[in-house]
């Protein structure tokens, strides 16, 4: 099947919960018309960022029709669909195939870490899953959540399945991009979750990237991009450092309540988290609105 290109920025988009908890698609419709006026590639709801750990797969399927109905036309849209086992996940991804979705990002299993720290079960389930896919699966790293980090040399036997299409390496390493990039086919399309190393990662061969920091500062997080697409090193850096500390706050240090407080501060629709995720204390706060008071949202 023919693989879209996957360059620029993909915010995972935030799951918007009301104060009793319930999922509000009026809510995300909201920030998703506001989100289509920005030069963003599409949307991945359904993510880490999207709280996707703690949905029902009922919730899933609101989300990503809500995303679907919402959505202008040209964004390309990608759903998390990551389960434990092969066949759930397969179940998701073709759901969301169904409803029109391009990419299914399928993170990696890792409740049994002793089996899923080899390579041969990271390689099993991956093609598992790309084999039954009716759409092209993207590969999720991100180690600092699940525990695992699925070494380069696994991704590049990946790469060769032709139903994979890339990854998105959320460890932060820009070493280990650069090693993904040069030991894998043109074809194959490497994207970022880190904001902090996003300009480096560019820099090393990273076609796009989906940033949990993107929701609550989009515009921010495209300048860094369109400088580098545009060979304006100088600005990209100059954007890259603005970004650097607010996107540490709130992905690598507080993590979704703050991001959804800062897209509160940035006329965006962030709300609470859903427990046993925990509201900001006043301290955090202050924290997140120092940092963000001059951020371009």
């Known amino acids: 099947m023919k693989q879209p290109k996957l360059d620029g920025i993909f915010p995972p988009i935030t799951t918007p919960f009301l104060p009793d908890g319930e999922f509000s698609p009026h809510k995300l419709r909201a920030n ?14 359904t993510g880490s960022t999207g709280e996707s750990v703690l949905l029902t797969k009922d919730e899933k399927f609101r989300v990503w029709e809500t995303v679907r109905e919402a959505a202008a036309p040209g964004k390309l849209l990608m759903a998390g669909t990551a389960a434990e086992s092969v066949r759930e996940t397969i179940e998701l991804t073709n759901k969301a195939a169904g409803l029109g979705y391009a990419v299914a990002m399928v993170r990696t299993p890792h409740y049994f870490k002793a089996q899923m720290n080899r390579p041969e079960c990271q390689l099993t389930y991956y093609r598992a ?11 999720y790293n991100f180690p600092q959540a699940t525990g695992l980090d699925i070494p380069a040399e696994v991704v590049a036997q990946l790469a060769e399945h032709p139903n994979i299409l890339g990854i998105k390496e959320s460890s932060g390493s820009i070493e280990k991009v650069a090693r993904m990039v040069d030991n894998t086919p043109d074809d194959f399309q490497v994207l970022v979750g880190s904001a902090p190393t996003l300009y480096a990662s560019f820099c090393v061969g990273a076609v796009g990237a989906v940033l949990g920091f993107a929701n609550a500062a989009p515009c921010a997080s495209l300048a860094v991009y369109e400088a580098w697409k545009a060979g304006d090193h100088q600005a990209a850096l100059r954007q890259q450092r603005s970004i650097t500390a607010p996107a540490i706050a709130v992905t690598a240090r507080h993590s979704i309540p703050a991001l959804k407080y800062a897209m509160d ?22 924290e997140v609105e120092e940092l963000f008071r001059d951020m371009k949202a």
Not at 32 to 45: C, S, T
Not at 129 to 139: F, G, H, Q, R
């Open 32 to 45: 998703i018309e506001k989100w289509n006026k920005i030069g963003l590639a599409g949307y991945v709801p």
């Open 129 to 139: 899953v790309a084999d039954a896919a009716k759409i092209p699966v993207l590969i």
């Open 265 to 286: 501060l940035n006329g965006y629709y962030g709300g609470p988290p859903r427990l046993p995720l925990l509201p900001l204390s006043p301290a955090v706060k202050a």
